[in-house]
């Protein structure tokens, strides 16, 4: 995950080496240089991509679109090492599965801001402050929903501070518009797997935030028309997924007792969830990611 930090960019650049193995030169150049065809599932139970790459080849080159799409599903399966789980689906559309070790891979990318890329969700100034003109909506509540969720978000990881969970790697900048609060814990990599390589983070809740993550950071880095995204929707989507975890999954009392390791993927799953909240409020919204309300 160092070069990547939306998933979608991992796997279009499998789908590309892998067509490209397949094809002519000329034959992979046709489909590279064009759009290739690449979308999030909609099942909100794991993170699922579907390519219609094969169906187009097929079409443009009179082949047999499941003879191409198993060849390219098993080219993407072994190049990745099986963390990209293939499967065809009638009549050549691949399926392609994240697993839980490169998800867990993902969230400590986002959660730490350990790769190149996600530095930029970092370093990240707002060169607008309160700013609620700045934004066109009729929805001024929504964004008031975003804001809570980011600023509970930062409370989180301020008790988790608090009570001796993490501590700073540096002292905090004056400036709460830069604070990435999981960019500036001194910590190593998180518990996120049990000993079956599994995510410890396997309720419907959880799921279902890493799910709306994915898919903001898949927009916030992959979306071909930027200013066409709507950004504010995205970070409601964000921010009510957020609101349905924290109902439902707790970090403190019994789990932090009895079940450490699933504590520590859930503060995690919070810093990742600051950190994408942040990004929207200030870099697309163009209003303050306020750290308390």
Known sequence: MSKNTAIKQLINSYLIAAVDAYMTR?????????KMPLYQGRDIKRVLYISGVALQLAKSHNSVAGEIANAIASQIFNTSGGTLLTQIVTPGWIHIEITHPLLASWLQSIAFGVSKSSANFVGLKSPIHNN?????????SRLFAVQYAHARCCSLIFLAQREGLIAWKQTLPKSDDIWHLGGLVATGTLSWLNSDRKLHLHHPAETYLIVELVKAVDELECADEPSKVKWEKIAWDVSQAFVSFWSQCRIW?????KSPELMQARLGLVMATQCVLRFLLIAKLGIAGPIEL
């Open 253 to 257: 009392g019994e789990v932090k007792t």
């Open 132 to 140: 609620w003109a700045s934004v066109k909506t009729d929805e001024s």
């Open 26 to 34: 000329e034959q992979s150049a046709y489909i590279i240089n064009g």
